[in-house]
């Protein structure tokens, strides 16, 4: 899973595979450690109480719950973007989980093997 954070937005992507583990297991996550060992949890996790996309941020997790049913629809089609925002202190926080998609143009030294096919392959263009 890919996250990428920009000023008061969150994006997560999800593979092929974390997308399966979300539907079968109610959530993926994954961390990144920091050298003297502090570490940054993700989560995307399915929830039965929830009516609407939310985010949490507590004891380094940051975490997205979606309605389960809701997960449901999106893992079995091809949307490709689920999204919400919340109101913060100091505006709104947007987030989205989307389905990570294999670049137009390989990179090297990145495996892309469990990615979703780009919708514009084969196309020609690299952007």
Not at 28 to 53: M, N, Q, W
Request: aromatic content about 6%; charged content about 30%.
């Amino acid at each position: 899973m890919k996250l990428r954070i920009r000023g008061s937005s969150l994006r997560l992507r999800l593979s092929q595979g974390e997308v399966r583990t979300l539907l079968e297991q109610g959530e993926v996550a994954d961390a990144i450690t920091f050298p003297g060992g502090a570490r940054l949890t993700y989560r995307v996790s399915a929830d039965v109480k929830l009516d609407e996309i939310s985010s949490s941020y507590e004891n380094n997790l940051i975490e997205i719950r979606i309605p389960e049913k809701l997960v449901a629809h999106w893992c079995g089609t091809d949307l490709v973007t689920l999204s919400g925002a919340q109101p913060t202190a100091s505006g709104e926080l947007r987030f989205a989980v989307e389905k990570d998609f294999a670049c137009l143009a390989p990179r090297q030294d990145e495996d892309e093997s469990d990615h979703f096919p780009h919708p514009r392959a084969g196309s020609g263009e690299t952007c």
